[in-house]
């Protein structure tokens, strides 16, 4: 989910599935910004000592048993809470399958997406895993709109591919097609994300006295309950979340996708500088989910095949 150089985090044609494909996988719920720690994942089943790579992982985490992961719990498909309370989706579902790789069990704790990294440089979560985009300004700790460096940055272990995407109301899109076509509306979003940030330089783009309303909110669910009351003319979410949105908000009668997904960049799970032991660990975990076919089950599980990966790579954001 960041300026105009990030994607949530800047342009190339998506490989993700049509909205008909996204899973109807439960009602997308509020979550707070709280530190709401789900303990309901079962990926540290296997003991640790037994598990195939659990010697890859630094000794304190292999004794813990817990990788500690921030992420920012309403971003349905990709992790939101279900009916129960349960932390679900394609990130807690893979982290899953690689914790039985790596003998341990990756506990979710709920946050803001802008405040992720800095939970990760405090050393309160080990890794942050929320539909993150791999970009060099987060690799190198550089806020993408002042272009001042604000940390050491941090290495990614990139997992999938995804674009953004705008909707509207089912109906009503405004004679919305492109981003130039957002000139003179208002536009709902995610605070930190790419489409906070395409919509800035967008605004910059627009005639005079046409520029693009840009209110933004602390996660997406509060940018669609917005449109959906009336309050804005369009959002934009990346792709999987807006064709999760369509699919399922008021039985599908809510939304409506607008226009073709832009700007299609990696997911990565962010590991600190300097802790390449673990970043390593989850590369190999992740390879090899990918290559015992679990990888694939999950993202047809959730309707998302065509954003899939052949291998895991470190830093492959732009």
């Known amino acids: 989910m960041t300026a105009s150089t990030t994607r949530r985090s ?3 044609q998506s490989r993700l599935a049509a909205v008909g494909a996204i ?8 979550t707070g910004c709280g530190d709401q720690t789900d303990k309901g994942s079962d990926s540290g089943t296997a003991e640790t000592s037994s598990a195939p790579l659990a010697d890859k992982l630094p ?6 048993g817990v990788i500690k992961v921030g992420s920012d719990i309403a971003y349905a498909p990709v992790e939101f809470k279900d009916d129960s309370g349960k ?4 990130d807690p579902d893979l982290a899953d399958a690689m914790g039985k790789q790596l003998g341990v069990t990756f506990e979710f704790e709920n946050g803001t997406f802008d405040t992720l990294l800095g939970g990760l440089r405090s050393d309160r979560y080990d890794i942050a895993m929320s539909a993150m985009t791999d970009t060099k300004d987060r690799q190198e700790g550089v806020d993408s709109e002042t272009g001042k460096k604000v940390g050491e940055g941090v290495d990614f272990v990139d997992y999938f591919t995804a674009g953004v995407s705008i909707y509207t109301k089912k109906g009503d899109d405004q004679g919305i097609k492109t981003w130039a076509d957002l000139c003179g ?7 930190g994300t790419v489409s906070h940030d395409l919509a800035k330089a967008e605004a910059e783009k627009c005639p005079a006295g046409r520029t ?3 209110e933004a909110f602390d996660n997406d669910q509060q940018a669609q309950t917005r449109l959906r009351a009336g309050g804005a003319d369009a959002g934009s979410s990346d792709f999987p979340v807006a064709a999760y949105a369509v699919k399922t908000s008021g039985g599908g009668k809510d939304f409506q996708l607008v226009g ?8 990565g799970i962010a590991v600190a500088k300097g802790n390449t032991q673990l970043r390593d660990a989850l590369k190999a975990a992740l390879d090899a989910v990918i290559a015992n076919g679990e990888y694939q089950k999950i993202l047809d599980k959730w309707g998302v095949a065509e954003g ?7 830093n492959g954001g732009k």
């Open 10 to 12: 800047t342009a190339a």
């Open 23 to 30: 899973a109807v996988a439960g009602a997308l719920l509020l």
């Open 59 to 64: 000794a304190d985490i292999r004794k813990a």
């Open 87 to 90: 932390t679900v989706g394609i």
């Open 185 to 191: 509306k208002k536009l709902v979003v995610q605070r």
């Open 212 to 214: 693009i309303t840009i």
């Open 260 to 267: 073709e997904q832009v700007d299609a960049a990696p997911y």
């Open 308 to 314: 899939a990966v052949e291998e895991a790579t470190i």
